[in-house]
């Protein structure tokens, strides 16, 4: 039957209008009763699902499309999360393949998430990514948000974090609940200031209790919204943070092909014909996705201020060499 957050779930769907959603929680209720043994009322169930479904397709053409209303944070939540409307595409990043494959079954799964469901399963959304500075976690959250056509709401740590007990925990329960109510990419950036290792000799008892809470919220969260943590810092986050996550996501500094795709796709709108690609990649290796990006505008700045449409091969080098040395 039907649990007391499965209702109040199918209440909100239907007072925000969200059709599908509505229908993917009935289908839930209906997976869970045939699992205990109500196999009548899973199939009435279904079958009234079904029903309305038909019903609502055939006078859809009448009443035309529904619009999709523009997400705003407002009241506590302004101060915590921010909200943006990007239109990145998966196509738009040099990633490696591996990547971009896990990253495909994701946007996959969400976009057949009721086929998953009616069948008592649960598409993926809950993703840990990991990795240097610079190699495309947030862009990922941009271009996730992008292909599902879906806000990207950014958590504010600065507010969400404060130094008076169970504060923090109840702005926690906020965010949360609008993962909850307002379907969208909800990115956690600079996760480990959330999630790091209890037990550390810094550690104190708010931000553990925050951690706890943390872990509690992402367990029993089951809406349709993506929630993403993206760190620099895997070492530092509590071992228990991993299986919460549906999957852990790995960024690498770019290989020489990656680096070479990033250069050519920067440097596309000019002519870099003199540009040995070879060389540019072996300058480029040590720095990050963000990093070659700066060096190839820096490059195709210089191209413009000398009146020029070409890039010099020697200006490049500068710039990746000028990159390079932020690391020294």
Not at 137 to 157: D, V
Request: aromatic share 6%.
């Amino acid at each position: 039957m039907a649990t007391a957050e499965q209702v109040k779930a199918l209440i909100r769907s239907h007072a925000e209008g969200d059709d599908t959603r509505f229908y993917a929680i009935a289908m839930q209720v209906a997976a869970q009763a045939a699992r205990s043994g109500h196999g009548k009322f899973a199939d009435e169930l279904r079958e009234l699902v079904d029903q309305v479904k038909a019903r609502s397709k055939a006078v859809e053409p009448v009443r035309g499309p529904k619009a999709v209303p523009l997400a705003q944070p407002r009241g506590e939540l302004a101060g915590l999360l921010t909200v943006g409307y990007p239109k990145t595409r998966l196509a738009d990043m040099a990633l490696s393949d591996a990547l971009r494959t896990r990253l495909d079954r994701v946007l996959t799964e969400q976009r057949q998430r009721d086929r998953i469901r009616e069948h008592g399963f649960s598409p993926m959304r809950k993703l840990l990514l990991v990795g240097p500075p610079g190699t495309g976690k947030t862009m990922t959250a941009a271009a996730l948000a992008g292909e599902l056509g879906l806000p990207l709401f950014s958590i504010q740590l600065d507010g969400l974090i404060t130094k008076y007990m169970g504060e923090t925990a109840a702005k926690l329960r906020l965010v949360f609940d609008a993962i909850q109510s307002t379907r969208g990419v909800y990115l956690f950036d600079e996760f480990d200031a959330l999630g790091g290792e209890r037990g550390t000799k810094n550690d104190v008892g708010e931000i553990r209790r925050v951690l706890n809470s943390f872990l509690q919220f992402l367990e029993q969260d089951e809406s349709d919204s993506l929630v993403l943590g993206a760190t620099n810092h895997v070492g530092l986050l509590d071992r228990a943070l991993f299986r919460r996550f549906d999957a852990v996501l790995e960024y690498a500094l770019p290989s020489a092909e990656i680096a070479g795709r990033v250069m050519k796709a920067r440097l596309g709108l000019l002519d870099a014909s003199a540009i040995d690609w070879d060389l540019a990649a072996k300058q480029a290796e040590g720095l990050s996705h963000a990093e070659i990006a700066m060096a190839c505008e820096q490059a195709a700045k210089n191209a413009i201020l000398d009146h020029t449409t070409v890039v010099r091969d020697a200006e490049l080098a500068l710039a990746l060499g000028e990159r390079r040395s932020t690391h020294a």
